[in-house]
């Protein structure tokens, strides 16, 4: 089936989103090295001193190592450290977002003008003010970036408190203490990124959906997924959907979906839905989306596709979709 332009078009967009991110991270992740790097020695001499502690007889458990000095002083030193970290991050995503509202509002509407080529002579305007402040620096649930950042320090303060109490209880060396601590660290990091991911791409979307309702031409989206082996089975089904236009898009964290405008008096675009694309695959693809318990339930008509989905309604977060868990899948009926 050959595409139509406007979907060509929101793919290549999409893509391009998604190289300017893979950068972005890349760039995360080079100054969370300098954080472990500024952490490391104070690290090393924790790791030596529990061995030492250890080669003196002692029977050191993690009780005691909460209170030494050393863990003292390097707790209090990776909390300023991730503390710093979460400030840049917080300048990085919120420029990112208004970047990405703009990028939206223009991507919809050119997209308008590819799906409605003809007679297409509004424009959908300047973005409004109001929608950059309502988005920019700010989280799904409303709350402020730093705020939702702030977990990015606990996240590292109780990673590297489980590794630590995981090489004490077995007796680790100290270079594998250390790097373990580093690694249970780095739990922030994970958070910063998963921030990152969600919180742009929302406005992005959310930017788009606003410029299609401006337009007063697209009553309707369609959601569209980029098909990939990292596309999770609920987008990967839900591909193609048709929503109205003032529904919010359902998107779960770190989600990559996309809208695709359905504009008045023009047949709606239509492309092989990632469903029918999974339909089309071998078994061992197929398997590798829903599971194999999952795959084989589905094959003997015990479940339905659309059981794999599961719609949730956050009051917090609104609404999303996410792979229904194997347990709840094989449950019902
Ligand atoms: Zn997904």
New binding site residues.
Partial sequence: MAEPDVVRMMREFGAGVLAEEEKQFAAMVKVWLEVERSLEGQMSALALEIERARDAGIMVSMEQVRKWERFQRLLGEAKREVTKYEKYAEVMISGRQKELVEAGWANAEEAVRLARPADWQEFIGALPVKALENMVGLGGDGSPLAALLAKASEDSGVGLMRSLTQAVALGWNPAKTARAMADGLAGGLDRALLIARTEQMRVLRESARMGYQSSGVVVQYKRIASISPR??L??LLSDGQLYDVTTDFEE?PA?RCGLVPVVVGVAEPQWETGRQWLLNQPDAVQQDFMGVKAWEAWRVGEVTLDEMVTRHEDGVWGRYLTPTGITELLGRG
């Fill in positions: 596309t999770c609920a987008c779960h989600g």
